[in-house]
């Protein structure tokens, strides 16, 4: 589904990611792990054209898409949810999500299975996005980039400031969304046992390199966070 080879990443003058290569298999869910400012945000800003990528080669469905803009990479079907989340506050729920839609130039409707994913999102949709709880907000900022139906979803830090209570509502919808909606799905975590109940493949990232990667079935979680410790 998508293969990063030789990447290198920049803001300004410095270099952040020197020569990356990874992939996420069609069908998997793969996650990307490695403690803060290692560059694995920037990781999904190169996917998604946001940030300068001089070197290497990004290929989805082995299509390079390095020379393509946002918006094209977006309606080439990769769905992104940004650290934070970036819903608008100020916003009804519905309306956030119908933004999901211009993805495909504002046409279609959103679809009942991304109430069938997140019922709570059809019980407020006249809710303003700002007076949603942290978990509503995730939920919220995952079913907007659904709606223009991606078939990769990348996920940047979907755990973070969120109930614990809520952080399995958010991995259930996760492996629906894999398993029911047939969608391959790259996320970032730094909450591990989380991400690696999920996954199928991890990668760990140091200083913009991969350090440590395989299957999560055969994963050694302690060597995982021996890797993720300051070092
Ligand atoms: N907009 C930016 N301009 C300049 N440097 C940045 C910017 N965003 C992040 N960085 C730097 O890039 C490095 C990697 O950041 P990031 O990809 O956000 O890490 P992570 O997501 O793993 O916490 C950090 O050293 C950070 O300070
Ligand atoms: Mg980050």
């Known amino acids: 589904m998508l293969e990063i080879k030789n990447l290198s990443s920049y803001y300004g003058e410095s270099r952040i990611i020197p020569s990356l290569t990874m992939s996420v298999p069609k069908g998997e869910i793969v ?12 990781t999904l800003k190169s996917i998604m054209g946001m940030v ?25 079907g990769i769905g992104y ?13 519905a309306e956030n999500l119908e933004l999901g839609l211009q993805v495909n130039g504002g046409k279609g409707e959103i679809g009942e299975e ?34 223009s139906h991606p078939k990769l979803l990348i996920l940047d830090e ?26 391959t799905i790259l996320i ?8 690696l109940s999920v996954s199928d493949r991890y990668y760990v990232m140091d200083k913009g390199e991969i350090t440590l990667n395989g ?5 050694d979680s302690q060597a995982i966070q021996a890797k993720m410790a300051i070092g």
């Open 31 to 42: 996650c990307l792990v490695g403690r803060n400012g290692v560059g694995k945000s920037t």
């Open 52 to 76: 300068k990528t001089p070197e290497g080669s990004i290929l989805l469905d082995g299509k390079e898409i390095i020379g393509k803009k946002t918006y094209e990479r977006a309606a080439l």
């Open 81 to 93: 949810v940004p650290q934070g989340r970036e819903i608008f506050p100020q916003l009804t729920v």
């Open 114 to 147: 991304i109430f069938e994913l997140f019922p709570i999102i059809k019980t407020f949709m006249n809710r303003k996005g700002g007076n949603l709880s942290g978990g509503q907000q995730q939920q919220l900022a995952i079913a907007r980039a659904l709606v």
């Open 158 to 183: 979907p755990t973070e400031g969120i109930q614990p209570s809520i952080i399995e509502d958010i991995a259930s919808a996760i492996e629906r969304v894999n398993k029911e909606l047939g969608i």
């Open 188 to 195: 970032v975590e730094q909450y591990l046992d989380f991400v």
């Open 215 to 219: 299957f999560t079935k055969d994963a």
